[in-house]
C-alpha cells in the first residue's frame, strides 16, 4: 500500500472515530420511544465503550479494586495491538488525540516556518507524562481512582458532557429562540424545520445546566488553544494514557527505518511531526513519542525513511529516557498523596450532608477506588440531577457525581446512570432493585435509600405560614408516602382561623429522591432538605438503629 | 489630506464635513428614538386561546354514561355511543387535543395515569369522526419520556393515530387566564389551538384536595412554577376549569388509586372497579366520581361547588340525565 494512502486512511479513521464518540455520547439519553410501551428502560446500545477499551482506566481500575469490571476487558482490544504496533491509539482513534490534531494544524504565529521545527522537536519536558502516570497509578494503588481526572477519554466524556454540549445546545436554542419569536412566518417555519432537524440530531430533549460547568470548560478550552504554541501539547506533554502507550510499545515490532545518512536537511518531516518523536534522519527516533500518523514519511524528498516490520533500529531510542531520582519523586507524590487527601477530608469522620450519591453508588471508599469522574452519569440523567461535585467530597473526589434535588430529583424507576458508569462506581442495578420490588411488584427487599429528607419549618408554608401546600407530599414517590400529614387549626394573620395539613417525614420510608426538595415551592432554599445521612450505601452514616438481615 | 502634505480642496472639505454631520445627525437621531424607548421592562402576554365551541345539550340523550364491563376500549366505544356518539362532539377537519393523565413515570397498573387501552379508543373514535388532527399530551410531572413510555400511553395512543407531543419548553406560550387567583401563566401550546379537547382524567387519591378527577387535571395544561398552585388550589382548579370548558370527558374508573395518591406505586393501592363515565358536564361527573368512589358529599369537595357556583356545571349530579350501562 503506498504511504499516501495510510495517511489517507489515518485521517478517515480519526474523523470515523471522532464522530462515533459524538455520536455514543449525543446518544447518552434517553430519548423516549412512541412505539414502545416497555417499562423497563435501557439505552438501545452500549454508549460508553470508548471508556471501557482506555487501557490506562482498565489499568487504573485494576490496580485499585484487584478486579476488572464488567466490559474493560475489551481494553486489550487497544493493548494487544499496542505491543505489536506502537501508540496507533493516539494517532487512529483517540477523540482528544484527533482534537489536539486538528487545533494543532491551525495557522499560528508562533509556529510558523524554523519556529514549528524547533517546536516539534523532542523536548525533555515530554517525559512529564511518564511521571504523571506513575503518581496516579500509584495513588490507584492506594484506593484513590485520581487517574481519571487525567486520563484523556474521561476528560473528553466529561468536558463534552457538562460543558461543550451544553454549550452548544444554548447557542443553538438562541438561534431557534430567535426564530420563534420573529414576527415574520417565513423566519418562523425555517425556524420550525431547523428545530426539527437539531433536536433529532445534535440538540438534547432539554437543556441543562451543570454545577462547575465553566471550571471544566476553561480547562478544556486551554489544552485546545495550547496546540496553537505547541501541536498536541496535551499528548506530548501530559497524557497519561498516551505515557502508558508509549512504554507498552517497548517491544513493538512496526518501526522506523531509516535506510540511509543521506539527508538533505529540508525538515519537512520534522514540520508536520505529531509526537515530537524526532523522525528526521540524523536525530535519534523516540519510539515511544510517537502517534504513527506517517506524516513524515510521504514528505521525505529523498525517500530515506520507511514504516516496516522490524525495522533496523540502531538511530531510535526504544523507551522513555526516565531520571531515576524523577522516577522516585513521583512515586513519593503518588503515594503521599492520598493519605495527605485523606487526612483533611471527611471520608470517615464526618460525612458529608450534601454529598448525594447516585442510585446504586458504592459506599465512599469503594466509590474513591473506582470513579473516573467521566461525568456519563451526568450526562445520562434524565433530570439534570447529578452534578460534579467541587468540594463536598473532599479535593480527591473533585468532580464525581452528586444529586442536587433543588435542580433535578432522582426519578423513582431509573437506573440509567448505574447502566453507563463504565467502573462499577455506581453498580448496575435493575429497576426492581432500586425500587426493592419482585418482578410482580411486590415489596420483598428495602429500596435504595440516597438519603434522608428533613423539614425546615421556619420556611415550610403549612408550618410557619399557615398557608396549605403539601407539594412534597403530593410528589413522594414512596407508597406508603415517607411524608405524612397531621390536621392543625392555625391562626393567620388576620386572626382567622385556617386549617391546614403540617408535613412529616418518616426517615425509614424516605428513600432520599429529593422529589420532595425540588418540588417544594421556597425554591431558593426549600424547606424540605435531602442529606445524605440513611443512604443505603454508608454503614457510618445512619439515623436509625435498624437490625441489618 | 493632513499627513501628506496636500492641501484639502473645496471639495474634499464639502465631502468630510457631510460625513461627519450625517454621522453625528445619525447618533443624535439614533439615540433619542432609544431614549423614547426606554420603558421599565414588562412581561409581554403573547398567547390566545382559540375559542372553542361548546357543544349545546340534547334533551333526547344522557349528559352522563356510566359503563361498565372488562374491556376499556369497548367501555370507552359504548359510552360515547350512549351520549349521542363520536360525531355529535368532533367534526371532520377539527383539530383535537385528548389530555389523559400522565404525569407519573408510573405503569398501568399501578394506575397513577389514565388506562392507554381507553385513549387509545378515543383517538381512534376521532379519527373515524374526520378528526384531521389528534394530539395525545400532558405537561408531566415525572420526566415526560419516561412517564409517556412507562404509561403505555404514547405507544397505544400512537398505534391508534395520534401525534404525542412532548411538553418541550419552547412550547409554552404566556396566557392571560384572566381567573380569580391565576393570571398570567405559560399555557401549552396544543390546548391552545384545539378546536375540541377532550379531558381523560383518572380517579385517584389526593391528600389536599381529597380526590383528584377531571377538573384537577387541567393542571396539566400549565408550564411554570405549579407548584405554587396547591396554596390555592380549589381556587386554582376552578380557575382551569372556567378556561378549559372541555367538549367531553371521560373519566377512568377502571383503576382506582385509593391510597398515597397521586403518585401511588404500590398495587396494594390499586382496587380495580371496571368504569368508564363519560360527561359533557365536567362539574357533575366530579361531583358523582367523588361520591361514588370516595364517599364524598360533593357540597364538601370545595372544587366541586366552587364550580358548580361560577356555572360550570352542576354539582347535583343525581339531577343530570345519566345512564349506566353493562358492556
Known amino acids: ?549 | 489630506m493632513a499627513g501628506t502634505g496636500k492641501k484639502l480642496n473645496r471639495r474634499e472639505f464639502i465631502t468630510t464635513g457631510a460625513k461627519l454631520g450625517g454621522l453625528s445627525a445619525a447618533s443624535l437621531g439614533m439615540g433619542l428614538w432609544l431614549k423614547n424607548r426606554s420603558a421599565k421592562p414588562q412581561e409581554t402576554v403573547v398567547a390566545t386561546m382559540k375559542d372553542r365551541l361548546i357543544i349545546p345539550p340534547d334533551p333526547n340523550l344522557p349528559e352522563m354514561v356510566i359503563a361498565k364491563g372488562r374491556d376499556p376500549w369497548a367501555l370507552v366505544a359504548k359510552a360515547v355511543a350512549e351520549l349521542g356518539g363520536i360525531s355529535r362532539f368532533i367534526s371532520p377537519g377539527d383539530i383535537v387535543v385528548i389530555k389523559p393523565n400522565m404525569a407519573w413515570d408510573r405503569t398501568p397498573e399501578q394506575a397513577a395515569n389514565t388506562n392507554p387501552d381507553a385513549v387509545a379508543a378515543v383517538v381512534t373514535l376521532c379519527k373515524k369522526a374526520g378528526a384531521a388532527e389528534i394530539i395525545v399530551t400532558d405537561v408531566s410531572c415525572h420526566e415526560p419520556r419516561r412517564c409517556f413510555q412507562r404509561s403505555g400511553i404514547a405507544e397505544a395512543a400512537n398505534a391508534a393515530g395520534a401525534k404525542i407531543i412532548y411538553p418541550e419548553k419552547h412550547r409554552f406560550k404566556e396566557l392571560a387566564i384572566g381567573g380569580k387567583v391565576l393570571n398570567d401563566w405559560p399555557v401549552f401550546e396544543p390546548f391552545l389551538y384545539a378546536d375540541k379537547v377532550i379531558n381523560m382524567p383518572v380517579v385517584k387519591h389526593h391528600n389536599l384536595t381529597g380526590v383528584t378527577l377531571g377538573m384537577k387535571n387541567w393542571f396539566g395544561v400549565l408550564g411554570g412554577k405549579r407548584n405554587q398552585l396547591h396554596q390555592k388550589i380549589n381556587e386554582s382548579i376552578t380557575d382551569l376549569a372556567a378556561l378549559m370548558r372541555p367538549t367531553l370527558t371521560i373519566l377512568d374508573a377502571y383503576r382506582i388509586l385509593q391510597r398515597n395518591g397521586p403518585t401511588g406505586g404500590n398495587l396494594g393501592d390499586v382496587r380495580l372497579n371496571n368504569t368508564i363515565v363519560a360527561s359533557t358536564d365536567p362539574v357533575a361527573l366530579d361531583a358523582y366520581a367523588a361520591n361514588t368512589y370516595f364517599g364524598l358529599n360533593p357540597m364538601q369537595v370545595k372544587f366541586v361547588s366552587m364550580a358548580h357556583e361560577r356555572k360550570l356545571g352542576t354539582m347535583y349530579f343525581d339531577e343530570v340525565r345519566s345512564k349506566s350501562v353493562e358492556v
Request: charged share 20%; aromatic share 10%; with cysteine.
Open chain 1, 1 to 549: 500500500m503506498k504511504i499516501q494512502t495510510v495517511v489517507k486512511l489515518r485521517r478517515a479513521s480519526q474523523i470515523f472515530f471522532f464522530v462515533l464518540f459524538l455520536f455514543l455520547l449525543i446518544n447518552t439519553e434517553f430519548q423516549g420511544a412512541l412505539d414502545s410501551k416497555e417499562t423497563e428502560i435501557n439505552l438501545p446500545f452500549p454508549v460508553s465503550i470508548f471508556l471501557e477499551i482506555d487501557p490506562f482506566i482498565a489499568l487504573a481500575n485494576a490496580i485499585s479494586t484487584h478486579t476488572l469490571y464488567r466490559s474493560l476487558i475489551f481494553s486489550l482490544i487497544i493493548i494487544i495491538p499496542t505491543f505489536f504496533l506502537g501508540r496507533f491509539f493516539c494517532g487512529w482513534i483517540c477523540p482528544l488525540g484527533s482534537l489536539n490534531h486538528f487545533f494543532g494544524s491551525l495557522k499560528s504565529e508562533s509556529k510558523l516556518g524554523k519556529k514549528r521545527i524547533e517546536s516539534n522537536r523532542y523536548k525533555k519536558w515530554q517525559t512529564t507524562k511518564y511521571y504523571i502516570l506513575i503518581a496516579v497509578l500509584l495513588a490507584a494503588l492506594f484506593g484513590s481512582q485520581i487517574a481519571g481526572i487525567v486520563d484523556p477519554i474521561s476528560l473528553t466524556v466529561r468536558s463534552f458532557s457538562v460543558a461543550v454540549l451544553p454549550t452548544l445546545n444554548f447557542g443553538l436554542n438562541a438561534i431557534l429562540q430567535t426564530l420563534h419569536n420573529s414576527e415574520i412566518k417565513l423566519l418562523q417555519s425555517a425556524g420550525n424545520g431547523l428545530q426539527f432537524v437539531l433536536k433529532n440530531s445534535i440538540m438534547s430533549f432539554k437543556l441543562v445546566h451543570f454545577q462547575q460547568a465553566v471550571f471544566i470548560g476553561l480547562i478544556f478550552v486551554t489544552i485546545m488553544v495550547l496546540n496553537l504554541r505547541i501541536t498536541r501539547f496535551w499528548c506530548r506533554a501530559l497524557c497519561p494514557l498516551g505515557a502508558l502507550l508509549g512504554v507498552f510499545s517497548r517491544w513493538a515490532i512496526l518501526g522506523l527505518e531509516k535506510k540511509s545518512t543521506k539527508c538533505s536537511d529540508c525538515n519537512i518531516c520534522q514540520l508536520h511531526c505529531q509526537g515530537g518523536d524526532d523522525p528526521k534522519i540524523g536525530l535519534k527516533w523516540r519510539k515511544s513519542e510517537c502517534h504513527l500518523c506517517f506524516n513524515c514519511i510521504p514528505s521525505c524528498p529523498d525517500n530515506e525513511m520507511i514504516f516496516t516490520f522490524f525495522p533496523q533500529t540502531q538511530t531510535t531510542v526504544v523507551k522513555p529516557d526516565l531520571k531515576r531520582r524523577k522516577i522516585m519523586t513521583s512515586i513519593a507524590a503518588g503515594a503521599l498523596t492520598l493519605p495527605l487527601l485523606r487526612s483533611s477530608t471527611s471520608l470517615n469522620a464526618a460525612p458529608n450532608k450534601n454529598l448525594i450519591r447516585p442510585p446504586g453508588s458504592l459506599d465512599e471508599k469503594h466509590f474513591l477506588e473506582r470513579c473516573i469522574r467521566c461525568g456519563e452519569c451526568m450526562k445520562v440523567c434524565p433530570n439534570n440531577a447529578l452534578h460534579p461535585t467541587f468540594m463536598e467530597a473532599g479535593l480527591e473526589g473533585i468532580w464525581s457525581p452528586i444529586l442536587v434535588p433543588q435542580i433535578g430529583y432522582c426519578e423513582p424507576s431509573c437506573v440509567l446512570c448505574g447502566e453507563v458508569c463504565p467502573t462499577g462506581a455506581i453498580w448496575e442495578i435493575s429497576q426492581n432493585e432500586k425500587m426493592g420490588v419482585d418482578s410482580a411488584g411486590k415489596s420483598v427487599a428495602d429500596p435504595v435509600k440516597l438519603g434522608t429528607a428533613f423539614y425546615d419549618r421556619g420556611r415550610c408554608l403549612p408550618w410557619a405560614m399557615a398557608k396549605p401546600c403539601i407539594v412534597c407530599e403530593e410528589w413522594c414517590p414512596t407508597s406508603p408516602k415517607a411524608i405524612y400529614l397531621q390536621k392543625e387549626l392555625v391562626v393567620d394573620s388576620n386572626g382567622k382561623m385556617a386549617e391546614v395539613q403540617r408535613p412529616f417525614v418518616d426517615p425509614e420510608r424516605c428513600i432520599g429522591c429529593g422529589a420532595c426538595e425540588h418540588a417544594c415551592p421556597i425554591q431558593v432554599e426549600p424547606a424540605i432538605q435531602v442529606k445524605s445521612i440513611g443512604e443505603s450505601r454508608a454503614k457510618n452514616n445512619q439515623i436509625l438503629l435498624k437490625k441489618k438481615a
